[in-house]
């Protein structure tokens, strides 16, 4: 018996996994017209989260480490191999976390606009105020549960913000895989907790876009796709002079 739940998911076109996990209180839709287009070179899986999209709320908390659970078994069940993990907000937090448990099924990770612990946010989700009328509505157009669970699942979430410990930054070095760091330079999550999570983690490469904010998938969104396309085509090649890499070839 699990806690995971079982996640709505759309599969696109022929190849290697890539399993696209969106930000909070959005769903998979957030990756039409930017990195769905990986489509094109992939196979690619787009899941909903537990109390979000199609995917109805459960019984209980939605927190990073259940969400984590949820994707370990999406992993295992129904990708069936490792796969290419590219996460964006909250989804990269989730699938940072998948890295650290479970590296044998991560073959390449991107995190987009993503903080590993939520310090690193410059305010977090909360209860009271009013939501943007097209974050509630897009939730309504979809969600089994009707939208007036929605004020629930914020209520969820914004109590996992203030209550759910982030990882110590020594425990980022469980995650093996690759991985490509990616923020706008204007982003929700500061500069410096992005530059600490890249530094953090064993072999990560860093990219920050200019002029752009948190919501860099819709202000650049070929910039992003192809950025991540090349990350996820291509090895790291030596560079000519390195410092942070100096234990690795150069030119």
Not at 52 to 75: C, K, N, S, V
Request: net charge negative; aromatic share 6%; charged share 25%.
């Amino acid at each position: 018996m699990t806690n995971t739940v079982d996640m709505w998911h759309d599969e696109r076109g022929t190849g290697d996994p890539v399993v696209l996990l969106h930000g909070g209180l959005t769903d998979s839709r957030c990756f039409t017209a930017n990195l769905d287009g990986l489509a094109d070179t992939f196979r690619v899986y787009l899941p909903d989260r537990r109390g979000h999209g199609r995917t109805p709320d459960a019984p209980g908390p939605i927190t990073i480490e259940l969400m984590a659970q949820d994707t370990i078994a999406f992993l295992e069940q129904v990708v069936g191999a490792p796969a290419r993990l590219v996460g964006y907000s909250a989804g990269g937090t989730v699938a940072l976390r998948v890295a650290m448990r479970r590296p044998d099924l991560v073959e390449r990770l991107v995190l987009i606009s993503t903080a590993y612990d939520l310090d690193g946010l410059i305010f977090k989700p909360t209860t009271g105020g009013e939501m943007p009328t097209e974050i509630v509505d897009a939730y309504a157009e979809v969600s089994p549960d009707g939208r007036d669970h929605f004020p629930v699942v914020v209520g969820k979430i914004a109590h996992a913000a203030a209550t759910e410990p982030g990882p110590d930054p020594d425990d980022l070095r469980a995650v093996t895989a690759r991985t490509l760091v990616l923020a706008g330079d204007d982003d929700l999550v500061t500069l410096d907790h992005t530059v600490a999570l890249y530094r953090a983690l064993p072999t990560a490469e860093l990219a920050v876009l200019p002029n752009a904010s948190h919501l860099l998938l819709l202000e650049h969104a070929d910039a992003v796709r192809d950025i991540v396309l090349k990350f996820l085509t291509t090895d790291a090649a030596a560079t000519y002079m390195p410092i942070a890499r100096a234990d690795q070839p150069s030119r």
